[in-house]
């Protein structure tokens, strides 16, 4: 993937405020694919009593984990916005633990570009979340 692909892509989601608020950092990206780790943080528990991260938090990390895979494919658009995401909660994300989220953009149309996403903690065998989705294609002109 060119640099400048890859450039524009970590720019745009870093731009993201509540991609800053909740920590994400680009792990890797390339060619369609991206990985987004987000540490775990108490300000962002759903429940008092278990310590699990809310699912507004993992929706969030999916949701631009996919838009950066949109964004590193070759056919890649100048930006990207979420038309459709649906997401799949396995289980709660164990608490204490960094959520991972790995996406990859498997095609792409002259308007729309498709996703699909896993969310994991440290037990990669067993899911937090899965996604599917559907980004617009918007190219410079």
Avoid: N, W
């Avoid at 990985?35 to 699990?52: C, H, K, L, N, S």
């Avoid at 929706?59 to 590193?72: E, F, H, K, P």
């Avoid at 308007?111 to 699909?116: G, H, K, L, T, Y």
């Amino acid at each position: 993937m060119e640099a400048d692909k890859a450039r524009i892509a970590r720019q745009f989601i870093d731009s993201i405020p509540h991609s800053l608020t909740l920590g994400m950092a680009i792990t890797e990206l390339g060619d369609g694919f991206a990985r987004i780790e987000m540490p775990y943080d108490a300000r962002f528990v759903g429940d008092p009593q278990t310590g699990v991260i809310h699912g507004g938090a993992v929706s969030a990390l999916m949701d631009t984990c996919g838009g950066a895979a949109v964004m590193s494919h070759p056919e890649a658009p100048v930006s990207t916005a979420t038309i459709d995401l649906r997401i799949d909660y396995m289980r709660g994300a164990t608490p204490g633990q960094t959520i991972v989220a790995e996406a990859t953009c498997y095609h792409v149309t002259r308007a729309v570009a498709f996703i699909r996403a896993t969310a994991m903690d440290d037990d990669r065998d067993r899911p937090v979340a899965t996604a599917s989705g559907a980004f617009t294609v918007e190219r410079g002109t």
